[in-house]
């Protein structure tokens, strides 16, 4: 239970993405753009687990996530990083799996057979 208070913790970080340490660049971009607010919950947590977790990001969530952006998805990330709760995860580990999350989400929305 304590894992899961603690997944949801960071799911909320995610969303808010760190916002009293982030650093203003990033939160402009995001705010000026109202980022935080055009992903759908479940497809939050799906790139959140993707990018800092182990798990994967399907069709429906990939189009979210190219809707969104490279720039913001970028921004986000960066800001999540900035969060004091996430020093201990290596920030280049966490971009690898961020481009890595957007290029396959590009790929899987680029591709004429859908999945997932």
């Known amino acids: 239970m304590e894992s899961l208070h603690v997944y949801s913790v960071l ?23 109202n ?5 759908g919950l479940p ?9 800092f977790k182990t798990g994967s990001i399907f069709n429906k969530c990939c189009g979210e ?8 998805h970028s921004a986000l990330v960066k800001r999540t990083l900035e969060n004091p709760l996430f020093k ?4 280049a580990t966490i971009i690898a799996k961020s481009i890595q999350t957007w290029n396959n989400c ?3 929305i680029d591709s004429p057979f859908p999945s997932a």
Not at 35 to 39: A, I, Q, R
Request: hydrophobic share 50%.
């Open 65 to 72: 996530l190219v809707v969104l952006g490279k720039v913001c």
């Open 11 to 33: 799911v909320v970080l995610f969303l808010t993405c760190g916002a009293v340490m982030a650093t203003k660049e990033n939160d402009q971009i995001i705010k000026e753009n």
């Open 88 to 91: 201990d995860l290596s920030p």
């Open 43 to 51: 497809c939050v947590l799906e790139a959140f687990t993707s990018i």
């Open 35 to 39: 980022y935080e607010t055009k992903m």
């Open 106 to 108: 590009l790929a899987l």
